[in-house]
């Protein structure tokens, strides 16, 4: 009677056992389960926020070379000039026409009088000559910023210059020459000594 107890007993205890093993497994699965749906919920929701985002505009091309190491500075008494980068372009739109491809060559200038005094000078009127046979007699004065004229104390003037080239193949300019003039003094001081600028420019 003693040992069928202890069989009994023994075997309610591997029962037991094996029910708390059980337990304890079917915890892990719904554990592991509810992971599992957390992860994919979290996939869902990255996916449908990565498809809520709005495609990026393509960039449109820029026509522009450019030249940023083709510099030049002089200090004139003072006033300091500096071309700070040459672009070209074989595809320029135009004042005409925007969807133009016309050739252009484009100068950022720069003046700045440092002195108490005023400057007369005219970048924005340069004639261009160009490696590959041309001479522009004055820049395109719609499309360029305006420079040129009287210079007062302590001011900036930077901007952009840029001509319409006739023969085009702007890419194959190796260098270009600029020429301009100016003075010291008022716009209307016309018994100053005229300064006159020519320098050339190698781009490549």
């Not at 869902?44 to 926020?49: G, I, L």
């Not at 006033?79 to 060559?105: G, H, I, R, W, Y």
């Amino acid at each position: 009677m003693k040992k069928m107890l202890l069989v009994l007993g023994s075997i309610f205890l591997m029962v037991l056992l094996a029910a708390c093993g059980a337990d304890s497994a079917t915890e892990e699965l719904e554990k592991n389960d509810t992971n599992k749906a957390e992860a994919k919920t979290g996939d869902k929701a990255a996916k449908a926020e990565e498809d809520s985002k709005p495609e990026e505009e393509e960039k449109p091309e820029d026509i522009w070379t450019y030249y940023d190491n083709a510099k030049w500075s002089d200090n004139y008494n003072g006033l300091k000039l500096e071309v700070q980068k040459v672009v070209v372009s074989d595809k320029a739109p135009t004042m005409e026409d925007e969807n133009a491809k016309a050739s252009a060559v484009g100068v950022k200038f720069k003046m700045e009088n440092t002195t108490e005094g005023k400057f007369t000078f005219y970048p924005d009127q340069a004639v261009l000559v160009t490696s590959t046979g041309e001479q522009i007699d004055m820049p395109d004065m719609w499309v360029s910023d305006d420079l040129g004229g009287e210079i007062d104390k302590g001011v900036i003037k930077e901007g952009n210059i840029i001509w319409l080239l006739e023969r085009g193949n702007a890419e194959a300019i190796e260098w270009i020459k600029m020429s301009f003039t100016g003075h010291q003094g008022d716009e209307d001081n016309f018994d100053a000594e005229t300064k006159e600028y020519e320098f050339e420019i190698k781009l490549k």
